[in-house]
């Protein structure tokens, strides 16, 4: 495929019908900042290592970086920007958490540590500090360590292991054991063409390498 060639893409970015044509080999990182001017989604490394570019497609985290914005073609895009509530103001809750326990310093990585941190707790509602860090490993924070943004995962994961705790035994019995997250994969996956498989593969958790 000529790198010159481009290509119309059309998707939902927080909630609002976006197109633009862009040349083929553009990545969804750069056509997030460059092209729609959402600047929170933030480029650390461009390999897959650092997790600052972490976005939710479908509903599931994944590096922004090693997803082409073709591939993201009829697919939901959501950024740090889209978590707020809006009309409201209100936080969504790991940005509160982390807002709560100071768990940035810098702030460079956070907005792909709080993407990371939902896919976490959207997987395991009542995730143990072992598991909250190990979700973490696919995101690099050069400043701190990390006691602070575990602690705010940690605060954040609290209402989730609460509401699921008050649900009657009944509705468990008749839910599957898989999460949220799960069941938006699956729905995502029956309607995708084969060339977005790939695209549930760049999820975070404990995905750096060395």
């Known amino acids: 495929m000529p790198a010159a060639r481009e290509v119309p893409v059309q998707l939902t970015v927080n909630g609002a019908r ?8 553009t990545l969804l990182v750069h056509f997030l900042r460059d092209h729609l001017r959402l600047t929170g989604t933030h480029v650390g490394c461009d390999t897959t290592q650092c997790g600052a570019c972490t976005v939710a497609l479908d509903g599931v985290a994944v590096k922004s970086c090693t997803v082409l914005a073709a591939q993201a073609d009829g697919h939901e895009i959501t950024t740090i920007e889209g978590l707020a509530i809006p009309g409201e103001g209100a936080l969504d809750p790991v ?6 326990e100071h768990a940035l310093q810098c702030g460079y990585c956070t907005p792909g540590m709080v993407m990371a941190i939902r896919q976490l707790i959207a997987d ?3 995730p ?3 598991e909250v860090r190990h979700a973490l490993s696919g ?12 602690a705010a995962a940690l605060r954040a994961a609290q209402p989730a292991a ?12 008749a839910e599957p054991p898989a999460g949220p997250a799960a069941t ?10 084969p060339v977005a498989e790939s ?4 999820r975070t958790a404990g995905k750096r390498e060395g």
Do not use: S
Request: net charge negative; glycine share 4%.
């Open 18 to 25: 976006r197109a633009a044509t862009v040349p083929a080999r």
């Open 95 to 100: 940005q509160q958490a982390f807002q709560d």
């Open 124 to 126: 395991h509602p009542n």
């Open 128 to 130: 143990a500090e072992d």
């Open 139 to 150: 995101n690099i924070c050069r400043c701190t360590g990390y006691q602070n943004i575990v």
């Open 162 to 173: 609460a509401q699921g705790a008050t649900q009657p035994a009944a509705d468990h019995a």
């Open 184 to 193: 938006q994969r699956a729905v995502a996956n029956a309607a995708e063409p």
């Open 199 to 202: 695209l549930h593969d760049n």
